[in-house]
């Protein structure tokens, strides 16, 4: 269990973070939290798409790691083998949240209970006269600009919605056992609508940058094949062929 608290001078100036850290968390973790400044890079690696709770209205993105629930195929014999790395994975042990003495303030805070967290460790996050660490100001650099990819992603995602650019998406996976699994509840960006959107909105979308994410995002979806490859390699359980079909439509594409 986390005990995220924090993180303050009077309470934690001996605390030391160790030399070496592992991801660890995220085994068995078949979706990652990505922000839409790192749709570029990370879809040379992963299919990225949005999902959202079937009881709520909020979309999330993320990078998919795997073809269902507790599979990870990209953290395998304690290693991460993807080309990059999602900013909300390497964090860990730190998190942004509220500072209890500031109201609608967020604040550098940290996992108390991790592993990799206590006195007898090797990086100190104060020094002997109570200033910050350069470490620790680059934590909350690195957490000041997660904070920021967030709020941007949000704002691309609500974008999106506006113009009603979103179509839902199931994947069909056939397994050579003669088995069949369907993954569903992803979206992704409509070309078609995208197509006909106004040479207005057009422009006003150029201007934005909002194209680089959007086009990262359908072309990532060509990473199926990515975890198709993964999958076969550690699993008895062979994928036979997958299909991306459009919610809704007999259209398929052979992924």
């Known amino acids: ?61 993320v990078a998919m790691l795997g073809l269902e629930a507790g599979e990870n195929l990209f953290f395998q014999d304690k290693k991460w083998t993807a080309l990059s790395m999602p900013q909300s994975i390497s964090m860990v042990p730190f998190s942004l949240g509220i500072d209890p003495d500031k109201e609608n303030t967020l604040t550098a805070c940290i996992d108390l209970d991790s592993e990799f ?4 460790k090797d990086i100190a996050l104060f020094e002997d006269d109570g200033k910050e660490s350069e470490v620790l100001t680059n934590v909350q650099k690195a957490l000041g600009r997660l904070y920021d990819n967030e709020r941007m992603t949000e704002s691309f995602i609500k974008e999106l919605q506006e113009n009603d650019l ?18 569903v509840g992803i979206f992704t960006v409509n070309e078609e609508k995208l197509k006909n959107l106004s040479d207005d909105k057009v422009l006003d979308f150029h201007k ?46 052979e992924s």
């Open 117 to 120: 967290v206590g006195e007898d």
């Open 1 to 61: 269990m986390a005990n995220i608290v924090p993180v303050r001078k009077e309470q934690h100036q001996k605390l030391k973070l160790a030399t070496t850290r592992n991801i660890s968390h995220v085994d068995g973790q078949h979706i990652i939290p990505v922000s839409a400044a790192e749709y570029a890079q990370s879809s040379a690696s992963f299919p990225i798409v949005l999902v959202k709770n079937p009881d709520a209205e909020r979309f999330r993105s």
């Open 166 to 183: 979103l179509q839902e998406l199931e994947l069909n996976i056939a397994l050579s056992t003669g088995g069949k699994k369907k993954l």
């Open 208 to 253: 934005r940058g909002l194209f680089v994410p959007i086009y990262s995002m359908l072309g990532s979806l060509t990473q199926v094949n990515h975890l198709v490859q993964l999958r076969n390699r550690v699993s008895e359980e062979k994928v036979s062929g997958v299909q991306i079909v459009p919610v809704g439509k007999e259209a398929a594409n």
